[in-house]
């Protein structure tokens, strides 16, 4: 179960991807390919002792203090990093430390933001969360995904999980097309035979 990480003293390193999202910035953590474990919220700045050494890397004193000084925001990076609780805002992280790590592959980003999507928009009862389990292969379920609209929260639409087939976007509807061709990716599903049968 993915949960948001309330903001504490921790410098501990852990695994995961820093990744801009939905206008924020954030720490999946993702320990060794594993299902995701939390989500933290940060608050965009690096700490005092990051920056420096990052401007002693870069010999650049004028290197500003933000996550954006080494981490595109269309570029997700993976890696071991830390976090301590901010300063400036006590429910957001700063980034404490990294490993320089490496560029997060396309399934991982749409993993970490899945994982946000479902942070921020809990799975509504009656689906099942995508981080619990997932349909067996070509069945058609219902499925829904955060809304790209502001005045509806989800959408609804029918799918089909196709990891063997489809394994860089497994999820597809009805014409084989992806799901994210139309906008978020999947944060749950149920059983589509109600839906689908004859009425």
Not at 3 to 14: K, L, N, V, W
Not at 131 to 151: G, H, M, Q, T, W
């Amino acid at each position: 179960m993915v949960r948001i990480e309330r903001a504490r003293c921790t410098s501990d390193h852990e695994q995961g991807i820093v990744l801009h999202y939905r206008r924020r910035w954030w720490f999946v953590g993702l320990p060794d390919d594993a299902c995701p474990s939390r989500v933290k919220t940060l608050s965009g700045r690096l700490t005092p002792a990051l920056a420096a050494r990052l401007r002693r890397e870069a010999e650049n004193e004028a290197l500003p203090p933000y996550v954006s000084s080494f981490i595109g925001y269309e570029q997700p990076r993976t890696g071991a990093f830390a976090c301590i609780a901010s300063a400036r805002d006590s429910t957001t992280f700063d980034l404490d430390a990294h490993d320089r790590g490496k560029p997060a592959s396309d399934a991982e980003a749409r993993l970490a933001c899945t994982m946000v999507d479902t942070t921020l928009y809990p799975v509504p009862d009656g689906f099942i969360s995508v981080f619990e389990a997932l349909p067996r292969d070509e069945k058609p379920v219902l499925a829904i995904r955060v809304s790209a609209y502001v005045f509806s929260r989800f959408e609804l639409l029918t799918a089909r999980y196709q990891p063997v087939f489809r394994p860089l976007a497994p999820w597809r509807n009805l014409s084989g097309n992806a799901v994210t061709d139309s906008g978020s990716d999947i944060i749950g599903w149920r059983d589509a035979g109600a839906w689908l049968g004859p009425g």
